[in-house]
Nanobody, 114 residues
Framework: QVQLVESGGGLVQPGGSLRLSCVVS????????MEWYRQAPGKQRELVAT???????NYADFVKGRFTISRDNAKNTVYLQMNSLKPEDTAVYYC????????WGQGTQVTVSS
């Protein structure tokens, strides 16, 4: 059974930083691409960043230069380092793996506010 568990969310002031983690179990993690999505209240879910099994990365335009996706295959974990946070980054952040029909984590809340 594939499971994804996000952590690291919280309340941060504009300009601050957070590091999100997603621990994956139930698969050979290192051979799968991983993604981070986010969903703000009343808004559609949107793709934030992707990292392939080989370590190649891709980012949405609205986070380029501020967010970094990385992975540690020995720990079955994908990370999202978020710097220079803006109020519009406020959302629930989800990790995703395209295995089978796809699998989502439960999400972790990020709130950027003074």
């Amino acid at each position: 059974q594939v499971q994804l568990v996000e952590s690291g969310g919280g309340l941060v002031q504009p300009g601050g930083s957070l590091r999100l983690s997603c621990v994956v179990s139930g698969i050979i993690f290192g051979i799968y691409d991983m993604e981070w999505y986010r969903q703000a209240p009343g808004k559609q879910r949107e793709l934030v960043a992707t990292i392939t099994s080989g370590g190649s990365t891709n980012y949405a335009d609205f986070v380029k230069g501020r967010f970094t996706i990385s992975r540690d295959n020995a720990k079955n974990t994908v990370y999202l380092q978020m710097n220079s946070l803006k109020p519009e980054d406020t959302a629930v952040y989800y990790c995703y793996i395209n295995v089978g029909r796809g699998k989502w984590g439960q999400g972790t809340q990020v709130t950027v506010s003074s």
